[in-house]
């Protein structure tokens, strides 16, 4: 991989990274449970993060700049290591995966939430790297290798690095007995950890993902054209295929594997092209005809980049909760699981941070109740109301309900 190679990459990762610094807090709840956890606020449950992940976030200074570029970090290294699976297939144009990557949404959206799933996806991709690479010179000490980079994130990074070993087992008889050994010491049922929850947006089934909004092609967008790696009889990529639609959330380990599929795309698309004598008017075309899809590639981060600027936390979220801190004076706050994390970013107190049902408090014992509950509480006092924007439709309703009592 050249200089300049690696200089577009960094481009590439620099776009959603300006976009991610404009946004005016964070993405992805998880997100916010991480920067408390970075600036040592308390309140939070504990969610036994892997001892690694828990040093680098109690290490990493309570600064939202040094936050988000964690992800920057992670986003670029990754790319590397993609663009580096790629030249083990072409020489020449190999590193192009490693740009051709951004343009799955998934790719993209998912090195911005700020958590411990982000320090593990360079070493799994790396994992991945080594496990393909061993087709090449039949080495069962690469695949090992993979195994225990597997191992080591899962032990010390994060738990989700299971997946991999579930791929794996089924390419690799060590991987067999791992996967096992490690079942039998943490338990057969972290196997349930992998399927969806369709409580929880980010982790839906893939199949319904395709009825929430912004989930075109899995969340992929058009890279999910890079299923083309099946041309190059790559199977690794189906169990990883299949994840992603019991778990949209596996969406990400996906997209190494349609860098790849989109690299060999172009690269066949081109030599058709010259072998079947393709000429275009334009001279730069014909001579530039590969440069175009690295074109392509910044258009479309560009287009994903301003994106980010509309996920959520929307404006009216951020307002809502910012009000009900205030009108709580310190005092707990009853409120949709949802909200929990943002309240707690806000300095505020909160009865309830996690779950998934009921999606609404069905409690109001304390002063404030801030919900989305569309049926109005006849036991409290409404003081504001907001509409949320984006893709929902319900209105964000903030209560004072001091001397109610909930059901």
């Not at 010491?185 to 972290?190: E, K, L, R, S, T």
């Not at 929880?200 to 912004?214: D, R, T």
């Amino acid at each position: 991989m050249k200089l300049k190679h690696i200089a577009i990459i960094a481009l590439l990762s620099l776009l959603p990274f300006i976009a991610h610094l404009t946004f005016p807090t964070l993405i992805g709840a998880d997100s916010f449970y991480f920067f408390i956890f970075s600036c040592d606020q308390g309140g939070l449950p504990d969610a036994q993060i892997p001892i690694v992940s828990e040093w680098f976030f109690k290490l990493l200074p309570c600064d939202l700049f040094v936050f988000k570029a964690v992800s920057f970090v992670a986003m670029f290294i990754s790319a590397i290591i993609i663009g580096k699976t790629g030249e083990l297939f072409d020489k020449k144009h190999g590193w192009m995966a490693g740009i051709l990557v951004f343009i799955s949404i998934s790719f993209t959206h998912s090195f911005l939430q700020v958590e411990d799933d982000l320090l593990g996806y360079p070493v799994l991709f790396l994992a991945n790297y080594f496990f393909l690479k061993s087709g090449f010179n039949k080495s069962n000490y690469l695949k090992a290798l993979a195994v225990a980079l597997v191992l080591i994130t899962g032990a010390l990074l994060w738990k989700g690095a299971l997946l991999y070993l579930v791929v794996y087992s089924f390419f690799f008889v060590l991987g067999i007995i791992v996967l096992y050994s490690v079942l039998y010491y943490i338990g057969f049922g972290a196997m349930h950890a992998l399927l969806g929850n369709n409580l929880i947006q980010e982790n839906v089934n893939g199949f319904l993902s395709l009825l929430q909004p912004g989930t075109l092609g899995f969340g992929h967008g058009i890279g999910l054209l890079g299923m083309y790696i099946l041309n190059r009889r790559i199977w690794l990529v189906i169990p990883f295929f299949v994840a992603m639609l019991l778990n949209i959330k596996w969406a990400v380990h996906l997209s190494p594997f349609l860098g790849l599929g989109l690299m060999f795309l172009v690269v066949d698309i081109n030599n058709f092209r010259i072998r079947k004598g393709i000429v275009f008017r334009e001279a730069w075309a014909n001579k530039h005809f590969i440069n175009i899809f690295i074109v392509l590639a910044l258009v479309s981060t560009s287009t994903l980049s301003i994106g980010i600027l509309l996920q959520p936390p929307y404006d009216s979220q951020l307002e809502a909760v910012e009000f009900a801190v205030q009108q709580a004076e310190g005092k707990k706050i009853d409120n949709d699981w949802s909200y929990g994390y943002y309240i707690m970013y806000f300095g505020g107190d909160t009865n309830t941070f996690g779950g998934g049902w009921p999606r609404y408090t069905e409690s109001w014992n304390d002063k404030i109740l801030l919900t989305e509950n569309p049926e109005p509480n006849p036991d409290c006092k409404l003081l504001r109301v907001w509409e949320k924007g984006g893709f929902y439709q319900e209105d964000i309703k903030v209560y004072n309900c001091e001397g109610a009592k909930s059901k």
